[in-house]
């Protein structure tokens, strides 16, 4: 289990100098808690690891992992671009104040309308996902007479080892431009010759939650063969190439590698490369998520009801469930927790957490062993900071819980919990149901 700046005292868990306990009673649960000095100790590690010594090298949030205002502000305050995905990440960001040229716009399909906010403000980079995507985008930029800064995405064809739902750069794959010569070419030479796309480079990402640099490496070798053949074709020498993120963190048993083991053998490849064909010279991009705020995170969670089918399983019911983290029912995630309470007591009972949706697959931790829950106690779910709030919806109607950011022992909000007049506020009642 990562502990890292946790802390047991007098029976009850301490995170980032906060007692968990307390902050459940003060903030109700569900609740997500980040903290600040985990965000802010990886941001550390990476800029020593890829930023410094290298001026041009960027790292970009990916805000698909955990996007509200504090999060981006505190990754605009970091040094960090952002990498976003959608019109409403896009208006996030913006309204972080992250200046317009540190957002990169990924993502297959974006609609026209993204594209245009993107044009309009001028953002950093569009990473293009598909042949009628650069269409459409020279298209809104020659209307609003606005150049925009193009990176390809291609599909590597590399299969990395993790869980299907996130693993992206297999050749089969709904991301990407697919590599075949009479595809690709001709797209970069459309790009290249267009008055109003600027190309810059080539983009990957290979997978998500990985712990072997295998897949990395290979799809630097293909963009790197790629890179070459676009010189060899049009002599342009490609000045960025994007790296994606998918670097893993800890959940169970996993073991968080350092920034370093996946980065420091990419650059060397990339330095090889560039000694080996003097004309480049190219700038690295990479996009972490999961692995800037997964650990940073704790969910809190109320025992309510708890059911023990004798000889079968011991159920402990919480106040949230899948609607507040679907990563356990959509793909099987695993997480480990403590009674944050009873943090000092022995785990003597095997016992399945669920939550209070009404499907069952809304089970958050299979089998774990705890002190045996009692109503009342808290639940703290470890390393729940990555696609948990996210990916958080209104199923069943539930509120989604509020954000705590936490830091050095002070604990404020970052996101209000919704209320079910918020859930409620946008529906109406249409004027033909009223006049029967
Ligand atoms: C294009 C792209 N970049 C970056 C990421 C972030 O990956 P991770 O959260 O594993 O670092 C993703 C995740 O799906 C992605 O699709």
Redo the contacts with the bound molecule.
Sequence with gaps: MNRELTEIKDGRLFFDGCDLTQLAEGFGTPLYVYSQNVIKARAAELREAFLDGHPKNRVAY?A??FCCTAMLKLAEKEGLCV?V?SGGELFTAIKAGFPAERIEF??NNKTEDELKMAVGYGIGRI?VDSLQELDLLEKICRAACRKARVLL?ITPGVKADSHDY?V?GKKDSK?GIPLDDDVILPYVKKALDSEWIDFLGL?Y?V????FDNSAHLAALDITLDLALKIFDSFGYAVEEINL?????IQYTTEERKPYRYFLEPLMARVSDFCAAHGEFSPALVI??????V?EAGVQLYTVGSTKDIRGVRNYAAVDGGMWDNIRPALYGAKYDALLANRADEPATKTVTVCGKCCESGDILIRDIKLPAPKAGDVLAVFSTG??GYSMASNYNRNTVPGVVFIKDGRAEWAVKPQTYEYITALDVIPDSLSEE
């Design positions: 990916a698909k992992a990498d995905v990924n993502g990473i995405r996130i992206t991301f983009h990402h997978g998500s939650q990985l994606g993120g998918g670097f893993g996009e972490p998520g999961r692995s800037l997964g990555a696609y």
